[in-house]
């Protein structure tokens, strides 16, 4: 397989056997807080405009359809505080047992006028009864502690590109390394397909940017490459 597709996963998705798919870790648009208060001043105004463009959100429809694809529910899904009731009550009628996974930051962006500083994201893991957790004492940590990856973030120009470290303990953990496959909906960077390249795993990834996608291509190329070479 290993594919990504320039186009709206919920068309991509279409192609995609039922029940075929081992494991879902994805980035979807966060549901953006505009009420309350923060503060981004002229510095971080291009930063604000950039997340406001990736902001709405994603609907019971879509999480229904990408369920169906999966053997068994196993999925990874980043979020804030706005979207935690969602997911939760929505994997909950599923009966799936859930894990709440956190990214706190050591400098984050200082918007923190009349609220706490947005210094924490939350990675929400839910599996249905007898789906595994693999992996070893120094990938099934809970929370990570690290600065801002500002170097991805130039690197790849995606303003909430998450750590590649961080995805591969998730592909580590949640596969045994070769023969399945992992769709990522929500492509960006696709820091998914980067571990699994890294790790074993098939990919599958849809993303209706075409800037982000050409990005993926190019840094699925050079992780190719660089495989190529260290074999």
Same mark, same amino acid.
């Given at each position: 397989?290993?594919?990504?597709?320039?186009? =709206?996963?919920?068309?991509? !998705?279409?192609?995609?056997?039922? $029940? &075929?798919?081992?494991?879902?870790?994805? =980035?979807?648009?966060?549901? !953006?807080?505009?009420?309350?208060? $923060? &503060?981004f001043g002229n510095?971080?105004?291009?930063?604000?405009?950039? !997340?406001?463009?990736?902001?709405? $959100?994603?609907?019971?429809?879509v999480l229904d359809?990408?369920?169906?694809?999966?053997?068994?529910?196993?999925?990874?899904?980043?979020?804030?505080?706005?979207?935690?009731?969602?997911?939760?009550?929505?994997?909950?009628d599923l009966g799936c047992n859930m894990d709440l996974l956190t990214w706190h930051k050591t400098n984050p962006t200082p918007t923190c006028n009349n609220k706490y500083l947005s210094d924490t994201e939350y990675l929400l893991f839910f599996r249905e009864k007898g789906v595994k957790v693999y992996g070893s004492y120094d990938t099934k940590h809970k929370f990570w502690v690290t600065p801002l990856n500002t170097e991805d973030k130039k690197k790849w120009g995606h303003p909430t590109v998450k750590p590649l470290d961080i995805t591969k303990m998730l592909v580590i953990n949640?596969?045994?390394g070769g023969g399945e496959t992992v769709l990522d909906p929500f492509l960006g960077p696709a820091p998914p397909a980067t571990a699994c390249l890294q790790t074993g795993p098939n990919f599958i990834g849809f993303g209706i940017s075409e800037k982000f996608y050409t990005t993926a291509t190019r840094r699925i190329a050079l992780e190719k490459s660089q495989t190529h070479l260290d074999g």
């Open positions: 397989m290993n594919q990504i597709f320039c186009e =709206d996963c919920m068309t991509g !998705l279409d192609r995609i056997e039922d $029940g &075929s798919v081992d494991l879902v870790i994805m =980035d979807p648009p966060y549901e !953006l807080e505009t009420t309350g208060g $923060g &503060s510095a971080n105004r291009t930063y604000h405009e950039e !997340l406001t463009s990736i902001s709405k $959100g994603i609907s019971t429809e359809k990408i369920i169906s694809k999966m053997k068994k529910v196993n999925l990874y899904v980043w979020c804030n505080k706005a979207q935690l009731r969602q997911y939760i009550d929505y994997f909950d949640s596969t045994l």
